[in-house]
């Protein structure tokens, strides 16, 4: 079951550090069932110690997370991860077919990976993801979108509540970008799992994503992408005057420097590169 007012995921006043660094300071948001939420920021803003914290591989200073009712690690059965990089061997002798098994049975001694009940499980999961065409093909043989079609029916065939992905649009073209994120919307949609999706760029999401949370300088913005874009917003999250520019339907961010000269434009991110 989700929380009472329907959060699926709800990290209160979190605050973690690494090495004695702090990383997150004081971060607040809540997901709903069925959400898709863009997790906003630039490399170093602290997205995959937020995913690391949620799936409890981190320590937590103070505050709290809540999944799917449940505080911390006791609701961590009801997530699902796809990490940044993995490194798929072309000489792994794994099919498709085969990594998305283990996302059922790969903890157990000998997994009964042939077994019709996970083979009718398997070949349903592949189909939701459009990957049954590949499916009996070399995992590390498949294009970049392919792999992650795999990775993401490995993640939901358990059929979690929560599904958390790091920079899953990484190196992949223009087209494989475009078809996953329509993928992870129709799978929101569809079983009303909630999605948590990371990456520095937001302009692939923003015709998808329900909400937004923006991390700089250690802090996060959270709510409704319009609500959260804006230049007042954001200018307060990185702590110096910031404008948001949309232009051909995307979104720009433009910083000033000290002597309040504009810098180059840059993608919404922190590496606002000075003129």
Do not use: W
Not at 200 to 212: E, G, Q, T
């Amino acid at each position: 079951m989700a929380t009472e007012d329907g959060g699926v995921l709800v990290a209160e006043n979190l605050s973690v550090s690494f090495s004695g660094k702090s990383v997150l300071k004081g971060v607040n948001f809540t997901l709903k069932a069925g959400e898709f939420c863009g997790l906003i920021g630039s490399n170093g803003s602290g997205k995959t110690t937020l995913l690391r914290t949620l799936l409890g591989f981190q320590p937590i200073d103070s505050g709290s997370v809540m999944l799917d009712g449940k505080v911390g690690k006791a609701g961590i059965n009801s997530v699902g991860y796809v990490p940044q990089k993995i490194m798929l061997d072309a000489e792994i002798p794994l099919r498709a077919r085969d990594l998305v098994a283990l996302g059922l049975n790969g903890q157990r001694l000998g997994f009964s990976l042939n077994s019709k009940k996970v083979k009718q499980q398997v070949d349903a999961m592949l189909k939701e993801v459009g990957a049954e065409a590949f499916a009996d093909k070399r995992i590390g043989n498949l294009s970049g979108g392919q792999q992650q079609r795999v990775l993401i029916a490995h993640a939901l065939i358990r059929r979690p509540r929560l599904l958390l992905l790091d920079e899953p649009l990484a190196n992949l073209d223009i087209r494989s970008v475009s078809e996953i994120v329509a993928l992870l919307r129709h799978l929101s949609r569809a079983h009303q799992v909630t999605i948590l999706l990371s990456a520095h760029d937001m302009n692939p999401l923003l015709s998808s994503m329900d909400s937004i949370v923006y991390l700089a300088n250690g802090r996060a913005a959270s709510g409704k992408t319009d609500d959260v874009v804006q230049s007042r917003v954001l200018s307060e999250l990185y702590g110096h005057p910031i404008e948001v520019l949309r232009v051909m339907n995307r979104v720009l961010v433009i910083a000033a420097n000290a002597s309040s000269e504009p810098c180059a434009l840059s993608m919404p991110d922190e590496n606002l590169m000075k003129a």
